[in-house]
């Protein structure tokens, strides 16, 4: 082979592997042109999927006993505080209540779980009873459900003619969180590793993760998982369901209450379908993440996959 030849055979080369660089890049400015104009939660058109659950294991049958998930809404204290209102004029404690509802009859659609729930609508519970009574029950997961209320706000008209508290017209506080407590260090990678594992599962399923731009420096810190973020209210402020249960206990914090959109998204079926898909995947990818016997109370610390 001549060098005329091989320099021709390397030309030929190069010029392959500058097209194929070229096709690539336009591969990829073409892919991040098509996400951007994706629509994004919470627009009516993002689209949210419900997440097919990872597959049983052999060894669930007769010998790892069902993840027992104690689902509470947040609020509905007696002489406790009600929670935001929304923009609808809707009592957090209410929509909490009627969220964690759902949230039970899809978990236990899917027959993998043990369930409980805390109260139901109209009911009130004091926080220390609900405490004891997931620790009394071998909660292995204390989820509680509650929805967020964001930034500034202005009054802006809903039904009926009520004034309600709303945020503008952007989304930029919209979106789920996941809060959790390091106080304990025996807890907390049982804590983060749920937070995380929800977080992840959300955005997968759709939802926005808040980027928290509220939350910091004096409430919450984020972590390295967007969505995830733990408690930093100053020592003696700090939640009390985050920091008391003794077992892996987070806070959910649906959307922003304040949003029109967001709000309304959750006024759908879908999203009930979704959610509840997203907690059942999170709180099984933990489950398997252990990969033996378990014992009460003991799911991992590890990140899901
Ligand atoms: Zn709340």
Redesign the pocket.
Known sequence: MDSSHLKMQRGIASCHTALRALVLLALAILGSAAASSRPRWPLPDAALQVLALPPAQDGDVGIRRKPRIYIDP??GAPRGNT??TSCVCES?EVFNARTAEKLYRGLAATGRFELKLSRKQGQTRAYQARVREAEAWGADVLLGI??DCRGELVYCAADGGQSCPCSGESHDAAGFSLLYSDEDPELTGRRLGLAQALARRMKEAGFLPYDGAEYVPYLYESDDVEGSFVDRHSPGRRIYMLRKPRLASVIVETHHASDPEERQRWEEPRTHEAFAAAVAAAVLDLQAHQGSAQEPGQLPSARAP
């Open positions: 947040g609020h929670g935001n957090e509650h929805s």
